[in-house]
């Protein structure tokens, strides 16, 4: 190469800010797992913008307030049952499971209080060609800054490092047609955020990513046919073996590499080569893909949520349910992939089929005029009245849906009456979905309308002013306290 070519090619490598900011003068070559090491080493707390800082804070409430919920509900039960069992050895390096003011290991509190998160199907939504909850990882960045006594900016951080490299793995393939679940993409993104909290190196965090995905990968059997309790855990396990890898890779152990493109890695047997340009990810005048995250209103699936409003205005006009012969809901091909495929979908038996169901969602928010919480009870799920409605409802992929999915999770609802006449209702998004972001007061409105079950109103006001200035928070430990269920049942609360 002419000397001139190669000292210009050499000068503009060294000024990439990637390379120019590597911790220890470290550069970002080889595979993916390096490059996705380097970018979470190397991103700072100033490299979050104002927007993105506020919309953590908002997502983070939005989180609290969909796992205090479901504390009482069978799985997430079972799942603190299990993480209360192992008292942490040392309570200082512990992490607290919410509601309680009791420690165990950051793995299983990550476990038990992921799985709040998730079982009300009530937590954000990100959709690139995968789908996936993003805010499912909040619970291990929580456990784990606990267990580092890591103060509020770092928290912050690390969950910008989560959501960033979460969503920019979904954006990168779609896994679950092949077989897999979109919580493998949780794996890479828990430990590297998990590994910031704890100063690993770069070394260290690509080991993390190694031995987290290669341990743990997860079957999407979890969300087609019968749903089972697993729907709403898979991720907190995720979230668990992440910061057990994380933890390993901390005291010098290596794993599998190259893990993405190795010749049994990832790419070879899970998502096919991936193209993913870190130097493109958010911070340094790049977006953060947090802004394209959506909260959901209603506690489903998430491209059922605009059918939910369609169905109610549809009802409202119709009046006399018995006048509707049939049933129209069109969306996108994904739409009906996800929620209208499968014959379970018309006779779901567990509320975790029932809340992924889009004839079971549309039925329901049009004899109830709401969906909630109570609306999963297997009593209704499995009122026979209401399983003689759905089989009157058909839903069919539209093509011009599916055209402006997913900036769009739009949804036609036609219902045809006995007079041959028709009453349609399109609804292209509603307050929490990316094209229609939540503010501050909606934020807070969600969060009292949920964690209100379990914690007071001076519970919640301080809940809101400590997450709104946890930036300034020298700890995460007021904000657990403030948790702490004042009518817990037993020991739960110690």
């Given at each position: 190469?002419?000397?001139?070519?190669?000292?210009?090619?050499?000068?503009?490598?060294?000024?990439?800010?990637?390379?120019?900011?590597?911790?220890?003068?470290?550069?970002?070559?080889?595979?993916?797992?390096?490059?996705?090491?380097?970018?979470?080493?190397?991103?700072?707390?100033?490299?979050?913008?104002?927007?993105?800082?506020?919309?953590?804070?908002?997502?983070?409430?939005?989180?609290?307030?969909?796992?205090?919920?479901?504390?009482?509900?069978?799985?997430?039960?079972?799942?603190?049952?299990?993480?209360?069992?192992?008292?942490?050895?040392?309570?200082?390096?512990?992490?607290?499971?919410?509601?309680?003011?009791?420690?165990?290991?950051?793995?299983?509190?990550?476990?038990?209080?992921?799985?709040?998160?998730?079982?009300?199907?009530?937590?954000?939504?990100?959709?690139?060609?995968?789908?996936?909850?993003?805010?499912?990882?909040?619970?291990?960045?929580?456990?784990?800054?606990?267990?580092?006594?890591?103060?509020?900016?770092?928290?912050?951080?690390?969950?910008?490092?989560?959501?960033?490299?979460?969503?920019?793995?979904?954006?990168?393939?779609?896994?679950?047609?092949?077989?897999?679940?979109?919580?493998?993409?949780?794996?890479?993104?828990?430990?590297?955020?998990?590994?910031?909290?704890?100063?690993?190196?770069?070394?260290?965090?690509?080991?993390?990513?190694?031995?987290?995905?290669?341990?743990?990968?997860?079957?999407?059997?979890?969300?087609?046919?019968?749903?089972?309790?697993?729907?709403?855990?898979?991720?907190?396990?995720?979230?668990?073996?992440?910061?057990?890898?994380?933890?390993?890779?901390?005291?010098?152990?290596?794993?599998?590499?190259?893990?993405?493109?190795?010749?049994?890695?990832?790419?070879?047997?899970?998502?096919?080569?991936?193209?993913?340009?870190?130097?493109?990810?958010?911070?340094?005048?790049?977006?953060?893909?947090?802004?394209?995250?959506?909260?959901?209103?209603?506690?489903?699936?998430?491209?059922?949520?605009?059918?939910?409003?369609?169905?109610?205005?549809?009802?409202?006009?119709?009046?006399?349910?018995?006048?509707?012969?049939?049933?129209?809901?069109?969306?996108?091909?994904?739409?009906?992939?996800?929620?209208?495929?499968?014959?379970?979908?018309?006779?779901?038996?567990?509320?975790?089929?029932a809340d992924h169901s889009l004839p079971y969602i549309v039925a329901?928010?049009?004899?109830?005029?709401?969906?909630?919480?109570?609306?999963?009870?297997?009593?209704?799920?499995?009122?026979?009245?209401?399983?003689?409605?759905?089989?009157?409802?058909?839903?069919?992929?539209?093509?011009?849906?599916?055209?402006?999915?997913?900036?769009?999770?739009?949804?036609?609802?036609?219902?045809?009456?006995?007079?041959?006449?028709?009453?349609?209702?399109?609804?292209?998004?509603?307050?929490?979905?990316?094209?229609?972001?939540?503010?501050?007061?909606?934020?807070?409105?969600?969060?009292?309308?949920?964690?209100?079950?379990?914690?007071?109103?001076?519970?919640?006001?301080?809940?809101?002013?400590?997450?709104?200035?946890?930036?300034?928070?020298?700890?995460?430990?007021?904000?657990?306290?403030?948790l702490v269920q004042q009518h817990a049942k037993g020991a739960e609360?110690?």
């Amino acid at each position: 190469m002419d000397r001139r070519l190669f000292l210009a090619t050499a000068a503009l490598i060294a000024a990439h800010p990637l390379v120019a900011r590597a911790a220890s003068g470290t550069v970002a070559t080889g595979g993916l797992a390096e490059r996705l090491a380097l970018y979470a080493a190397t991103l700072t707390y100033d490299d979050l913008d104002d927007h993105t800082v506020t919309t953590i804070k908002g997502h983070l409430i939005d989180t609290i307030g969909c796992a205090m919920a479901a504390l009482e509900e069978k799985p997430v039960q079972v799942a603190r049952r299990v993480a209360l069992a192992a008292r942490a050895t040392d309570r200082a390096k512990g992490a607290t499971v919410w509601g309680t003011r009791r420690k165990t290991t950051p793995e299983l509190a990550a476990f038990a209080n992921g799985c709040a998160i998730r079982q009300l199907d009530l937590n954000d939504i990100y959709i690139g060609k995968e789908i996936g909850h993003p805010s499912d990882n909040i619970a291990a960045c929580m456990a784990v800054a606990e267990s580092c006594q890591a103060n509020g900016r770092d928290l912050i951080l690390a969950i910008a490092i989560a959501y960033e490299i979460n969503c920019r793995l979904m954006d990168a393939a779609q896994i679950n047609t092949l077989g897999w679940d979109h919580t493998n993409f949780d794996l890479p993104a828990v430990a590297l955020a998990a590994g910031r909290l704890m100063h690993l190196d770069q070394a260290q965090l690509v080991e993390a990513v190694n031995l987290s995905i290669n341990a743990h990968l997860a079957l999407n059997q979890t969300r087609i046919q019968t749903i089972s309790n697993w729907k709403g855990m898979a991720a907190a396990e995720a979230g668990r073996d992440a910061i057990f890898a994380t933890t390993l890779a901390s005291q010098g152990l290596t794993g599998p590499s190259p893990i993405f493109e190795g010749n049994a890695g990832f790419f070879r047997k899970v998502s096919g080569a991936l193209a993913i340009d870190t130097a493109g990810f958010g911070g340094r005048g790049n977006p953060f893909r947090i802004a394209d995250c959506s909260i959901k209103f209603y506690p489903a699936q998430g491209l059922t949520q605009t059918a939910i409003v369609a169905a109610i205005d549809v009802a409202r006009q119709v009046g006399d349910l018995g006048r509707i012969t049939a049933v129209e809901i069109r969306t996108s091909e994904d739409g009906v992939d996800k929620s209208g495929r499968d014959p379970q979908k018309w006779a779901p038996e567990t509320s975790e089929t029932a809340d992924h169901s889009l004839p079971y969602i549309v039925a329901r928010a049009m004899k109830d005029g709401d969906i909630g919480v109570h609306s999963y009870e297997l009593e209704l799920v499995r009122d026979p009245a209401l399983r003689t409605f759905m089989q009157k409802i058909t839903v069919v992929a539209d093509p011009e849906l599916t055209a402006i999915y997913p900036k769009y999770y739009a949804t036609i609802v036609t219902a045809t009456l006995t007079d041959g006449s028709k009453v349609s209702k399109r609804v292209d998004d509603i307050p929490g979905l990316a094209t229609h972001p939540m503010q501050k007061p909606d934020f807070e409105a969600k969060f009292r309308k949920y964690a209100g079950s379990h914690l007071s109103a001076s519970q919640m006001d301080q809940v809101l002013r400590l997450v709104w200035r946890l930036d300034a928070s020298d700890s995460v430990e007021p904000l657990l306290a403030a948790l702490v269920q004042q009518h817990a049942k037993g020991a739960e609360a110690e």
